[in-house]
């Protein structure tokens, strides 16, 4: 009956796929079943030997030994593919963390920090003027005519000349600075942080913008240059980065009204200025929406 169940047993494993268990499980039973056909044997006078019965026993635990020594082995493979899996899973989620942070802080056209880097960095360079009481400077480099140049020679000649215009401004120089790309065609170059004074600050952001100016007169590989009207703004103690850059883009705005290819420096005047225009815009729209004005 044993050998009977045993061999059942040998015959589902067998199907079901654990082969080795199974071949060592009737392996056994072929040696079970010898050594009993043998002690038979002997015992009707047919035989003049010893039993191996109890050889037959010891070979149990040789193929269990052997069996579970395989097992082990197969669960150590096994362990070791999935530890490299994994490595490599957390390897890809990891580029994948990295280029989702790319593309959330680099601009892709150019391979420049973004708006996001830029008022990151920005940020932390405020608390630090807010601690120590020094200052810093923002140059926003607005190319002039770009829209005409794009309009003409199409987006792919206007995706170049943004490009060379990042390779060009990026030259290093005496003074470091960040360079960041704001968008559309506005560059923005941030001072390293100053601790030297106001007057020391100015100094170095107009030499930056006259470098930038220069680097910007040759002409560029479709033949041709582009000039920029600069604005640049004095920054310690800002409420937030985006003041900053808004002061910044004021300075721009007024040297492209003075005639383009121009340096400007933000000043406090400009805010009142836009403040009352804006003042001006929302009463003439209110004027209207209510009847309010005649015409004579």
Do not use: C
């Amino acid at each position: 009956g044993v050998f009977a169940f045993a061999g059942w047993r040998t015959w589902v494993q067998y199907r079901s796929g654990l082969r080795r268990p199974a071949l060592m499980l009737g392996a056994y039973l072929v040696l079970q079943v010898g050594a009993t056909i043998q002690g038979t044997l002997i015992d009707w006078g047919v035989l003049r030997s010893f039993y191996v019965a109890g050889f037959a026993f010891l070979a149990i635990a040789l193929l269990m030994s052997v069996s579970m020594g395989l097992d082990l082995r197969d669960r150590t493979i096994l362990l070791g593919d999935r530890t490299n899996a994994l490595a490599t899973e957390v390897e890809r989620r990891h580029e994948a963390e990295a280029r989702i942070r790319q593309l959330a802080y680099r601009d892709e056209l150019t391979g420049l920090p973004n708006r996001n880097a830029l008022q990151e960095k920005l940020g932390q360079w405020l608390s630090r003027a807010r601690a120590d009481g020094s200052f810093g400077t923002l140059l926003l480099v607005d190319l002039d005519h770009f829209r005409v140049v794009n309009d003409a020679l199409g987006h792919d000649a206007g995706n170049q000349i943004l490009r060379e215009v990042a390779a060009r401004l990026a030259i290093p120089g005496d003074d470091p600075v960040v360079l960041a790309r704001l968008g559309g065609d506005e560059f923005v170059l941030l001072a390293e942080h100053l601790a030297a004074g106001a007057g020391d600050a100015r100094q170095i952001a107009e030499r930056i913008a006259d470098a930038v100016t220069t680097r910007l007169q040759s002409p560029l590989s479709l033949g041709f240059s582009v000039g920029a009207s600069i604005g640049i703004t004095l920054f310690t103690d800002e409420a937030s980065g985006l003041d900053v850059i808004r002061h910044a883009e004021m300075a721009a705005f007024q040297a492209k009204r003075s005639g383009r290819h121009a340096i400007h420096w933000y000043e406090p005047p400009m805010q009142a200025i836009a403040d009352a225009r804006m003042e001006l815009e929302s009463g003439l729209r209110g004027a209207l929406e209510h009847g309010e004005l005649a015409l004579y």
